[in-house]
């Protein structure tokens, strides 16, 4: 695959190459000292003169490395391709997405351990691909997938009760294959009996992350009344983007004539953080379903999208 002519200007400094492969070492990576040895010896030597490295030199660096060290460049660059897109609020062109995706599909199937993932509490499947968390700053990188085989596996009447939720972190979504609806709410809370109430979420596990695939949570009914306004309802088609605020109310599902979705999602607590994170659900509940993150291998779902892409090439 080429490096797409609007990435190779794109740039990584050596703090964010260390942050990078800090979380490839603490979150994706079982034995990293391997990891660390290629920093070390290939990307740092790169560094030597320099402040900061074009990803057009990373490139040139892959073609003389083995296929493991290949994959770690893979996750290295798309991070740093997905920040630099994120501070310029830009999407992906067709060729992009394209280049994208063999990035994470490179770096998951090949990375062992890294096609594991969870169905979350909203009905679809989250696999980590980053994650940084340091002096209150948090960015974790996620690919998450809709599609038919994944509802049959999830109660899709409690997913719809509890669809609308807020989030902790700004966030950005880039949509690689297929459609997404989303939609956005105004919440008014109100003293008034109403038919929806705010529920928080209650950890049993120490752990938000998702690459822990131990950890529960589960609503509880926090007793706060609202009224729920839709404010739109907008389709976002491949190569599109959208972005949401930190506390704001949404819901993000698949349209029914679509087989499959996956959109690569960036949370963000330096665009903006919200006290705390909702999902609203029936007033009458006092508790919220029970969601267990047991770890599923996406490998076969992986591998379908793959040839989604390399059937459109053709």
Same mark, same amino acid.
């Given at each position: 695959?080429?490096?797409?002519?609007?990435?190779?200007? &794109?740039? *990584?400094?050596?703090?964010?190459?260390?942050?990078?492969?800090?979380?490839?070492?603490?979150? &994706? *990576?079982?034995?990293?000292?391997?990891?660390?040895?290629?920093?070390?010896?290939?990307?740092?030597?790169?560094?030597?003169?320099?402040?900061?490295?074009?990803?057009?030199?990373?490139?040139?660096?892959?073609?003389?490395?083995?296929?493991?060290?290949?994959? &770690?460049?893979?996750?290295?660059?798309?991070?740093?391709?997905?920040?630099?897109?994120?501070?310029?609020?830009?999407?992906?062109?067709?060729?992009?997405?394209?280049?994208?995706?063999?990035?994470?599909?490179?770096?998951?199937?090949?990375?062992?351990?890294?096609? *594991?993932?969870?169905?979350?509490?909203?009905?679809?499947?989250?696999?980590?691909?980053?994650?940084?968390?340091?002096?209150?700053?948090?960015?974790?990188?996620?690919?998450? *997938?809709?599609?038919?085989?994944?509802?049959?596996?999830?109660?899709?009447?409690?997913?719809?009760?509890?669809?609308?939720?807020?989030?902790?972190?700004?966030?950005?979504?880039?949509?690689?294959?297929?459609?997404?609806?989303?939609?956005? &709410?105004?919440?008014?809370?109100?003293?008034?009996?109403?038919?929806?109430?705010?529920?928080?979420?209650?950890?049993?596990?120490?752990?938000?992350?998702?690459?822990?695939?131990?950890?529960?949570?589960?609503?509880?009914?926090?007793?706060?009344?609202?009224?729920?306004?839709?404010?739109?309802?907008?389709?976002?088609?491949?190569?599109?983007?959208?972005?949401?605020?930190?506390?704001?109310?949404?819901?993000?599902?698949?349209?029914?004539?679509?087989?499959?979705?996956?959109?690569?999602?960036l949370f963000d607590s330096m665009e903006g953080q919200a006290e705390k994170s909702f999902v609203l659900g029936p007033s009458k509940d006092i508790h919220g379903p029970n969601h267990n993150y047991n770890s599923l291998d996406s490998y076969p779902l992986l591998n379908t999208i793959n040839k989604i892409f390399q059937n459109e090439l053709e």
């Amino acid at each position: 695959m080429n490096l797409p002519y609007n990435f190779a200007d &794109f740039v *990584i400094n050596l703090k964010s190459l260390q942050k990078i492969s800090d979380s490839l070492a603490r979150y &994706f *990576i079982k034995n990293h000292q391997e990891l660390d040895q290629f920093i070390q010896l290939e990307i740092l030597d790169l560094l030597s003169s320099n402040s900061e490295i074009n990803i057009s030199d990373l490139w040139k660096l892959r073609s003389q490395v083995n296929r493991l060290h290949q994959a &770690f460049l893979d996750r290295i660059i798309l991070v740093a391709i997905v920040v630099e897109a994120r501070r310029k609020l830009r999407n992906f062109s067709r060729e992009e997405t394209d280049f994208v995706w063999k990035l994470i599909y490179n770096s998951t199937v090949t990375i062992a351990g890294n096609t *594991i993932g969870s169905i979350g509490s909203q009905g679809f499947l989250v696999i980590p691909l980053f994650r940084y968390e340091e002096k209150g700053v948090v960015q974790i990188l996620r690919l998450h *997938i809709w599609c038919r085989k994944i509802d049959e596996m999830v109660n899709l009447i409690d997913n719809h009760s509890f669809s609308i939720h807020s989030h902790l972190y700004f966030g950005q979504s880039w949509i690689l294959q297929g459609n997404l609806v989303d939609e956005r &709410f105004s919440i008014i809370e109100t003293s008034e009996p109403s038919v929806t109430s705010k529920f928080k979420i209650d950890w049993d596990s120490t752990t938000h992350n998702s690459t822990d695939f131990n950890r529960k949570s589960h609503l509880v009914n926090t007793g706060k009344h609202v009224q729920v306004i839709q404010k739109w309802n907008q389709v976002y088609n491949s190569e599109e983007m959208y972005t949401i605020d930190a506390g704001e109310f949404h819901r993000s599902t698949r349209p029914p004539s679509t087989e499959m979705s996956a959109t690569l999602f960036l949370f963000d607590s330096m665009e903006g953080q919200a006290e705390k994170s909702f999902v609203l659900g029936p007033s009458k509940d006092i508790h919220g379903p029970n969601h267990n993150y047991n770890s599923l291998d996406s490998y076969p779902l992986l591998n379908t999208i793959n040839k989604i892409f390399q059937n459109e090439l053709e």
